[in-house]
């Protein structure tokens, strides 16, 4: 089982920056991709940004120029520093683990982490 843990969220306000953090364990699995996903109120989820083991990153439009995705290999850990928030990012922020076991890719989710932006 790989299993996912989400820190970081919190409530803060326009303008404000947060990070948000998620580490993988398990064992007998090799990452592919970690990312994140959020999905606000009466929406349905969306991609937020992804990174690869070559670090290679991709964003979605709405977040360029104020969210960065980085990650610890050593640590198999993923973050999200989330700048110049603003309240329609408000959402529960989802890590996303994309992973190789036996040959085959896996999903993992994490349990989400609640970031409110005030205006």
């Known amino acids: 089982q790989v299993q996912l843990v989400e820190s970081g969220g919190g409530l803060v306000q326009a303008g404000g920056s947060l990070r948000l953090s998620c580490a993988a364990s398990?064992?007998?699995?090799?990452?592919?991709?970690m990312g994140w996903y959020r999905q606000a109120p009466g929406k349905q989820r969306e991609f937020v940004a992804r990174?690869?083991?070559?670090?290679?990153?991709k964003y979605a439009d709405f977040v360029k120029g104020r969210f960065s995705i980085s990650r610890d290999n050593a640590k198999n850990t993923v973050y999200l520093q989330m700048n110049s928030l603003k309240p329609e990012d408000t959402a529960v922020y989802h890590c996303?683990?994309?992973?190789?076991?036996?040959?085959?890719?896996?999903?993992?989710w994490g349990q989400g982490s609640q970031v409110t932006v005030s205006s």
């Open positions: 996303n683990l994309n992973y190789w076991r036996y040959a085959k890719l896996y999903d993992s």
């Open positions: 990174i690869s083991t070559g670090d290679t990153t």
């Open positions: 398990g064992s007998g699995f090799s990452i592919n991709t």
